[in-house]
Nanobody
Framework: QVQLVESGGGLVQAGGSLRLSCAASGRTSSVTAMGWFRQAPGKEREFVATISGSVGTTVYAGSVKGRFTISRDNAKNTVYLQMNNLKPEDTAVYFC?????????????????WGQGTQVTVSS
């Protein structure tokens, strides 16, 4: 089993920045690709970004590309999401997710482990 704990959410004004962290514990050696998803009230969970385990290949949703950056520190078993130039439409609960394969994925059902989520609210 792998446990994921997100942190770093909060309230920020439009144009501001936040950095989310996701710390993995447990059988972290089995975790390779990791990703961030988000879910706004009344909407389905949507893909935000993903990063592979070793090479560090990244994929972003079009809505965040150029504003968000995903990175990881394998020594700390932690993945980050740097969010810049935040917009009110970025308001959502952000979830960290992990796979047990090396291949990145943009669909939620391909992820094996999930965190509890952290709230990000962007005011206009």
């Amino acid at each position: 089993q792998v446990q994921l704990v997100e942190s770093g959410g909060g309230l920020v004004q439009a144009g501001g920045s936040l950095r989310l962290s996701c710390a993995a514990s447990g059988r972290t050696s089995s975790v390779t690709a990791m990703g961030w998803f988000r879910q706004a009230p009344g909407k389905e969970r949507e893909f935000v970004a993903t990063i592979s385990g070793s090479v560090g290949t990244t994929v972003y949703a079009g809505s965040v590309k150029g504003r968000f950056t995903i990175s990881r520190d394998n020594a700390k078993n932690t993945v980050y999401l740097q969010m810049n130039n935040l917009k009110p439409e970025d308001t959502a609960v952000y979830f960290c997710a992990a796979r047990t394969t090396a291949v990145v994925a943009v669909t939620a059902y391909k992820y094996d482990y999930w965190g509890q989520g952290t709230q990000v609210t962007v005011s206009s």
